[in-house]
Nanobody, 124 residues
């Protein structure tokens, strides 16, 4: 069992930055890919970014390319999402997830454990 806790969300003005963190407990996640998703009201959960077990590979959804950076610290069992140049359309609940595989997944069913989410609100 893996327990994930996200933090770092909040209210920020357009153009600003936030850094989300996701701490895993219960079982080491250093052997598994991890990802960030987001869900806005009335919309489906959307892939934002993923990172392989070693951190050597990353992949981004179209909305995140060029603005967001995913990273991980396996010694701390933590994954991060640095978000820059935020836009109002980035407003959503952001979730981190663990995929019980080494390679990155990009859809919800590929992930096995989920955090409770952290709200990000970007004002115009």
């Amino acid at each position: 069992q893996v327990h994930l806790v996200e933090s770092g969300g909040g209210l920020v003005q357009a153009g600003g930055s936030l850094r989300l963190s996701c701490a895993a407990s219960g079982r080491p996640v250093s052997s598994y890919a991890m990802g960030w998703f987001r869900q806005a009201p009335g919309k489906e959960r959307e892939f934002v970014a993923g990172i392989s077990w070693s951190g050597g590979s990353t992949y981004y959804g179209d909305s995140a390319k060029g603005r967001f950076t995913i990273s991980r610290d396996n010694a701390k069992n933590t994954v991060y999402l640095q978000m820059n140049s935020l836009k109002p359309e980035d407003t959503a609940v952001y979730y981190c997830a663990v995929r019980l595989a080494q390679n990155i997944g990009t859809i919800v069913p590929e992930y096995n454990y989920w955090g409770q989410g952290t709200q990000v609100t970007v004002s115009s």
